[in-house]
């Protein structure tokens, strides 16, 4: 069974500042998809950032980019110049293919970026 | 934009009764999702569907039904709530054979059973 792990349940970072978010995940899968979703208070998740397995070259998205590790099964999301706007639940999630049927969301991390 | 709407953002319900939870897209999307999310255990899947009138149990179905009768809409029954179905109920939806499908979620319907 595909497997997703959050071992950071809160993080708090300074504004401006940056912060690594962890993430590992067990598959036998040689290729699949990867993804940070975004779960700010009150508000509907949203995708910050995906990654495809078969890509060596680190996904990102202005101040949002990924650390992945193949061998390793780790999937970082680095944050940086922390805002206020980016406190939120962060999901890393899995999916083994592209049709859009089989997602593992990990537990969570709570990140607070403070004034 | 793709739009999911979730038809209520906080319900409360006595124990026993019936609860209807209804979600629609507005971007033609094949599959519909039903999560269920409580703190530390993140999302777990309780139902989805790949068409119209077509449904696949996830991690956690007990206690819950669905219904798919547009392409459009996903309903989530919960035939006789339960104090232990008091969580956050997420809808989304995908896109078959989108490369690395991304799933677009709604804004969520808060459930509390006393």
């Known amino acids: 069974a595909q497997t997703v792990t959050q071992s950071q349940p809160e993080m708090s970072v300074q504004e401006a500042e940056t912060v690594t978010l962890s993430c590992t995940y067990d598959?036998?899968?040689?290729?699949?998809?990867l993804f940070w979703y975004k779960q700010p208070p009150s508000r509907q998740m949203i995708l910050v950032i995906r990654?495809?397995?078969?890509?060596?070259q680190n996904a990102t998205e202005n101040r949002f980019s990924v650390n992945f590790q193949k061998a390793a099964k780790s999937f970082s999301l680095k944050i940086s110049d922390s805002q206020l706007g980016d406190t939120a639940m962060y999901f890393c999630?899995?999916?083994?293919?592209?049709?859009?049927?089989?997602?593992?969301f990990g537990p969570g991390t709570r990140l607070s970026v403070l004034p | 934009d793709v739009k999911v709407t979730q038809s209520s953002r906080y319900l409360v319900k006595r124990t026993g009764e019936k609860v209807f939870l209804e979600c629609v897209q507005d971007?033609?999307?094949?599959?519909m999702f039903w999560y269920r999310q409580d703190p530390g255990l993140g999302l777990r899947l309780i139902y989805f569907?790949?068409?119209?009138?077509?449904?696949e149990k996830g991690d956690i179905p007990e206690g819950y039904s669905v219904s798919r009768e547009k392409k459009e809409r996903f309903s989530l029954i919960l035939e006789s709530a339960s104090t232990n179905q008091t969580s956050m109920y997420l809808c989304?939806?995908?896109?078959?054979?989108?490369?690395?499908?991304?799933?677009?979620f709604g804004e969520g319907s808060r459930l509390t059973v006393l």
């Open positions: 999630a899995f999916t083994p293919d592209n049709y859009g049927q089989n997602f593992v």
């Open positions: 598959t036998s899968e040689n290729n699949y998809y």
């Open positions: 990654q495809e397995a078969y890509k060596q």
């Open positions: 971007m033609d999307h094949e599959n």
């Open positions: 569907s790949y068409d119209v009138k077509m449904k």
């Open positions: 989304a939806s995908a896109l078959v054979g989108y490369q690395g499908g991304e799933l677009f």
